[in-house]
């Protein structure tokens, strides 16, 4: 199964921008769905965004602000967040998976998760 690595994380300031970044030990399969989900505390892990062969699709409280993107060639999936809230602060987990799995949380690899903090 493929590992799956974050960094990027860390504190900055509301308004201001991250980006994460996910390699994989293996290139996934090109049908693979990558992307990232978030848990905040006492919440639900919650979808953030991903890239497939079928394109790519946002979670409507980050459209606009954040933006996935896939080097194939460095197994790497990132993820450019701009315009930060306070309400963006959570574990970030990377995850590769069948497209039919993705959403549901099944199969694939999960990542060990990135802490973000955006202070106010």
């Known amino acids: 199964q493929v590992q799956l690595v974050e960094s990027g994380g860390g504190l900055v300031q509301a308004g201001g921008s991250l980006r994460l970044s996910c390699a994989a030990s293996a290139r996934p399969s090109s049908t693979y769905t990558m992307g990232w989900f978030r848990q905040a505390p006492g919440k639900e892990r919650e979808f953030v965004a991903r890239?497939?062969?079928?394109?790519?699709t946002y979670a409507d409280s980050v459209k606009g602000r954040f933006t996935i993107s896939r080097d194939n060639a460095k197994n790497t999936v990132y993820l450019q967040m701009n315009s930060l809230k306070v309400e963006d602060t959570a574990v970030y987990y990377c995850?590769?998976?069948?497209?039919?799995?993705?959403?549901?949380?099944?199969?694939?690899?999960w990542g060990q998760g990135t802490q973000v903090t955006v202070s106010s």
């Open positions: 995850r590769a998976s069948p497209y039919g799995d993705f959403l549901r949380g099944r199969g694939g690899s």
């Open positions: 890239t497939s062969v079928n394109g790519i």
